[in-house]
């Protein structure tokens, strides 16, 4: 084959001959099509630094879809790229033309062959769902990225993906048994391990090339197991079986879409054992990686005291277990049928080491809180240094035995270049990971970006590395394979792109004919946008979110709460993610023109404004936050939703209520249809809705307070504790009391302003702040405790009100002496909490307890009370405004229905606690449970429900 026609011909572009293209065609096949602005959206990044805005999406139903599919792409020439979860490193699943995303229909897991232990899988299958059926068979997939709960397995095959464990269990091309797969030619390639490819023209032309090339292929590819980097020709040698099927795996949506896999399965071994080595420096630990060779790990993971210190400094000292002498460690995982042979390996795998000091773990609780240091730290690096760190320089390779030496010349190029990184890595296979604070929203980032990633592959192929050691090129590395193979083993690697994809409509710019680096950058795309310039603390916040899609995973078992309107619908859109993308473009201003663009409305219809993303997300995304300032700027000087009027102004209305005793009065008519109705409707309400009942009067100036002795502390009455019925107040007084404390409360209205920011009525929000603050900080200025009931109310005082009125000095102060009950009691010296010894409690915390002021002292304090407690993770599905305003009903109860109403269901005798006045309706509305809360809890006048009256949600 002419060389220099294969170079030509893998250069052409997807072209459209000038005109418009016409979709009706891909319309008929039995594809979903969305080609929508929000949705284009949500597809123009991956977890990548790239940003590619695509002109649609399709679902496939089959296999046959995806062939019809790319035929009509092929025909027309539309570029295609192939997309699992989109949680791809390096923009390996983004692209100009069609996005064919697999997750929406060819998810199933066809078969498990127990006996020849297989699965047989669709592309779209997320990898622990395929983990959880291989489960009952005693079986599980090798290879664990650390996407695992989310990414899929089509994308694993495309970027050859690893993880952790991969050093016992191998990368997914050496797990894959066979492929059903379609050319860009359109041949579907029906491939296993036989080596065969009989009848196969296309395969006959790929033998010939090989054979062609046998030397360079020998010389330079699979060289070592995390060359990752290119196509791993390796597979294709005579000697190797000329396995297809494999050599695909990594290949990144180039040559081929997998349409269906069948995938090795293995046994755990019953017995593991973690061997915990301790050394200087992380260079001084990577020395040590040869020995792990000979070792027996199936795992190792190198990390220093970087990582170490950000899980302190965010989940506290208690997160981390005991670790050896050093700055550095190594974590090495062993695995066998008999743990005295294990116990030998790590006494002589500690002997044969350089380690300061090093131990095995034979406690399982304890292995695990170690291999959390390594996961949790990972996750938490790129929101943990100065600057927001990136990961375009993501996860290079080198050899083991030259892991050491390079570790230390990568430390010196950072320091050259002026950045810093917080490195760890799998390093019994020499790869290292790395979050970057590339300064990619300065004038000159793009420009430093691209010379320091010039500088780091010059780096790794001295040392005879690879590009990529997991996460593939992608536009991310593809620029640089020169600095790693020859222009031979280039065109190589050309000539068989124009075997597989002669039209080069599969994910062009990918490997082959790749982009200059640095092209299509998505932070700097937006640095002279209009909108970037006005409201640059915005630009800079939204792209907080990588894309690594946690948002996209149920953690609520774990005690998470992000997120729970995708958790209801499943759609990306409503995901914290999928919101991000699109306030991202928002910034961007090419696709979403305004913030009174209908896409924006969408995008942010469905947040809860929960707060869970500002605590679960990686990066410390906060789409609560985000939503209140485009809420904001929609409707700036212009005329609002009625339900902004009624209940983002509903602390001024239920105080005119009850400050004018009408409460009785307003009770009876809201109860009567005739009445109900039209409040309803004018309030913006949902009509299955109830309404709230007022108190008779003010409970902050109704409520009587015994003088004593003690502890001076001021309780804070919230405007839904002060307005509506309860006698939460009245119980706070009494078990400070009898915790020592001798309680003032605070007489005068004070109000967090937290309806107003919700709706976006920011200004108006801050004016209450600034007021609260008179009457707050004088209890403040004298150090004196305040305790506060509503957690969204004291929550907003630690978060909102520091953004907006943190320029007023009296704003720390006060922050700073506002308290939980549960933190006032654990400090009382002398108080012991009554003894519910005997008692099960359901705990539903509000969701911004959870997320802003954390559970943690209410466990322990609910611990010290003897109670059998059930800690609900997710949030309730009222959410404040959210879950009455009209359009959000089903939601709301989808929301109530994941987490909440089944628990309180199942335990029909339980006492319900919950501090959230929403929480509190949510449970009265849906499930006809009257919670209580931690004040009236430990008071003494919870009462144990006789019988449960329970109604149908409809």
Request: proline share 5%.
């Amino acid at each position: 084959m002419d060389e220099e026609n294969v170079m030509e011909r893998s250069r052409v572009r997807p072209q459209r001959n000038g005109h418009v293209v016409d979709w009706t065609g891909l319309e008929m096949i039995e594809t979903d099509l969305d080609r929508s602005r929000l949705t284009r959206s949500l597809y123009a990044s991956d977890a990548g630094l790239h940003r590619i805005v695509p002109e649609a999406i399709a679902y496939p139903q089959d296999e046959m879809a995806v062939a019809r599919t790319l035929e009509w792409c092929r025909t027309i020439r539309v570029a295609v790229t192939p997309r699992g979860t989109g949680t791809s490193c390096a923009g390996n699943a983004i692209g100009p033309g069609l996005i064919v995303d697999f997750t929406r229909h060819m998810t199933n897991v066809v078969t498990i062959d127990a006996d020849a232990k297989t699965a047989t899988i669709e592309p779209g299958v997320v990898q622990a769902d395929l983990q959880r059926q291989a489960a009952g068979f005693g079986l599980r997939f090798g290879p664990d990225p650390s996407t695992s709960d989310r990414c899929t397995v089509g994308g694993m095959i495309g970027n050859n993906a690893c993880g952790p464990r991969a050093l016992g269990y191998g990368r997914t091309a050496d797990n894959i048994v066979a492929l059903r797969a379609i050319a860009g030619t359109g041949e579907l390639l029906v491939l296993d391990d036989s080596g065969d490819g009989a009848g196969s023209p296309l395969l006959a032309s790929l033998r010939r090339l090989v054979m062609d090339n046998l030397a360079l292929i020998r010389t330079e590819f699979g060289r070592f197991s995390r060359q990752v980097s290119g196509y791993s020709l390796e597979h294709l040698l005579p000697e190797n079986g000329f396995n297809v099927a494999r050599f695909l795996a990594g290949t990144e949506g180039t040559l081929a879409v997998v349409t269906e896999a069948t995938v090795r399965l293995v046994e755990d071994a019953p017995h593991k054992l973690t061997v915990v080595l301790g050394y200087s420096s992380m260079p001084d630990a990577a020395d040590d990686a040869p020995l792990l060779a000979t070792a027996g790990a199936v795992a190792a993971e190198g990390l220093d005291r970087r990582i170490v210190d950000v899980v302190r400094r965010r989940q506290g000292s208690a997160a981390l277990p005991p670790l050896p002498d050093g700055d550095a460690w190594m974590f090495v995982e062993l695995v066998g049928d008999d743990l005295d042979v294990l116990n030998k390996q790590a006494a002589n795998l500690i002997a044969a080491s350089r380690t300061l000091e090093g131990w095995a773990v034979e406690d399982p609780a304890i292995a695990a809180a170690i291999w959390r240091v390594r996961a949790d730290g990972a996750g938490l690096a790129e929101q943990s240094l100065d600057a927001p760190a990136y990961g375009g320089w993501e996860d290079a390779a080198v050899p083991p035995e030259a892991l050491g030496a390079y570790l230390r010349e990568f430390e010196d190029l950072l320091g050259k270049h002026d950045m810093h990184a917080l490195p760890y890595g799998h390093f019994g296979e020499g790869c290292v990971h790395c979050r970057i604070d590339f300064p990619l929203t300065s004038t000159d980032g793009a420009d430093r970006y691209r010379s320091f990633v010039e500088d780091a592959a010059r780096l790794v192929a001295r040392y005879g590395g690879s590009m990529s050691g997991e996460h593939g090129d992608g536009r991310a590395r593809s620029a640089v394979l020169g600095q790693m193979y020859s222009a031979e083993a280039l065109q190589l690697m050309a000539a068989v792109k124009a075997i597989f994809d002669p039209d080069n409509i599969l994910n062009p710019g990918i490997i082959v004919d790749p982009e200059p680096l640095g092209t299509a950058l998505r932070a700097p795309s937006s640095l002279s946008s209009p909108l970037a310039l006005l409201h640059p603390e915005f630009a800079a916040e939204v792209h907080r979110c990588s894309g690594v899609g946690k948002c996209l995973v149920n953690g609520t078992s774990a005690g998470r709460v992000m997120c729970p309107s995708y958790q209801a619908t499943g759609a990306e859109k409503d995901s914290t993610r999928g919101r991000a993308r699109l306030l991202q473009e928002l910034v961007n201003g090419e696709v979403v023109e305004s913030w009174r663009s209908p896409e924006v409305a969408e995008a942010l219809d469905l947040c809860l404004s929960c707060k869970g993303c500002s605590r679960d997300c990686p990066t410390g995304v906060d789409m609560a936050t985000y939503k209140s300032i485009a809420t904001e700027e929609r409707y700036r000087r212009r005329l609002r939703p009625r339900a902004h009027y009624a209940l983002g102004w509903l602390p001024r209305w239920a105080r005119l209520v009850t400050a004018l005793r009408l409460g009785p009065v307003v009770n009876r008519f809201a109860g009567m249809r005739l009445f109900a109705y039209p409040i309803r409707w004018l309030a913006g309400i949902d009509q299955r809705r109830g309404l709230p009942r007022f108190a008779s009067s003010p409970r902050r100036s109704s409520v009587v307070v015994p003088a004593m002795e003690g502890t001076p502390i001021a309780i804070w009455v919230d405007s839904f504790s002060d307005s509506f019925e309860g006698d939460s107040v009245s119980a706070l007084v009494t078990t400070l009391q009898g915790a020592g404390y001798a309680p003032t409360v605070i007489r005068e209205k004070a109000c967090c302003g937290l309806t107003w920011i919700s709706t976006g009525q920011r200004e108006a929000a801050r004016r209450q702040l600034l007021a609260s603050l008179d009457v707050l900080h004088p209890f403040a200025a004298q150090r004196i405790r305040i305790v506060g009931l509503e957690p969204s109310c004291l929550a907003t005082w630690r978060s909102d009100a520091l953004e907006l009125i943190g320029d007023d000095p009296r704003t720390s102060d006060v922050v700073r002496s506002m308290s939980t009950l549960a933190e006032a009691l654990l400090q009382a010296p002398n108080w012991s909490p009554p003894d519910l010894s005997g008692t099960t409690l359901v705990a539903q915390p509000h969701c911004h307890h959870s997320s802003v002021l954390g559970w943690d002292s209410d466990a322990e304090l609910l611990r010290r009370t003897g109670a059998t407690v059930q800690t609900l993770g997710g949030c309730c599905g009222l959410a404040g405004n959210f879950g009455v305003e009209a359009g959000h009903y089903e939601v709301s109860v989808a929301v109530a229905e994941h987490d909440l109403l089944p628990a309180v269901r199942e335990a029909p005798e339980a006492l319900v606690l919950a501090d959230g006045f929403s929480c509190r309706l949510q449970l009265h509305e849906l499930a006809g449970r009257d919670a209580v809360t931690m004040a009236i809890l430990l008071s003494g006048s919870a009462q144990v429900p006789a019988s449960t009256q329970r109604k149908e949600v409809g």
